[in-house]
């Protein structure tokens, strides 16, 4: 089982940068890939990014790419989310999880694989 903690949320402006921070304990040897998800209320839990714990693959939502950079400090056994250019319809609570599973370029966009989730940090940006 691995542990997460998200922090750095926060409300800023549009066009504003921000850096979310997932901070992850326990079988962190096992993780395949850690991914950020966001929930804005009333709507689903989306994918915003993922990136493999020991290779250098990211993977971007549409929606965030050329915005939002994902990395990892295998060290401190942290993943970020570098977020730039703000808009209003990132508000939501952002969430990081991991997988222990071998999941593909679609498998990692899927919420329903990942294992263990954080409590989630809300990020809330104004127009």
């Known amino acids: 089982q691995v542990q997460l903690v998200e922090s750095g949320g926060g409300l800023v402006q549009a066009g504003d940068s921000l850096t979310l921070s997932c901070a992850a304990s326990?079988?962190?040897?096992?993780?395949?890939?850690i991914g950020w998800f966001r929930q804005a209320p009333g709507k689903e839990r989306e994918f915003v990014a993922a990136?493999?714990?020991?290779?250098?693959?990211?993977y971007y939502a549409d929606s965030v790419k050329g915005r939002f950079t994902i990395s990892r400090d295998n060290a401190k056994n942290t993943v970020y989310l570098q977020m730039n250019s703000l808009k209003p319809e990132d508000t939501g609570v952002y969430y990081c999880?991991?997988?222990?599973?071998?999941?593909?370029?679609?498998?990692?966009?899927?919420?329903?694989?990942?294992?263990?989730w954080g409590q989630g940090t809300q990020l809330t940006v104004s127009s």
């Open positions: 326990g079988r962190t040897f096992s993780t395949y890939a």
């Open positions: 990136i493999r714990w020991n290779v250098d693959r990211t």
């Open positions: 999880a991991t997988t222990a599973s071998i999941v593909g370029i679609v498998g990692v966009t899927i919420a329903d694989r990942y294992d263990s």
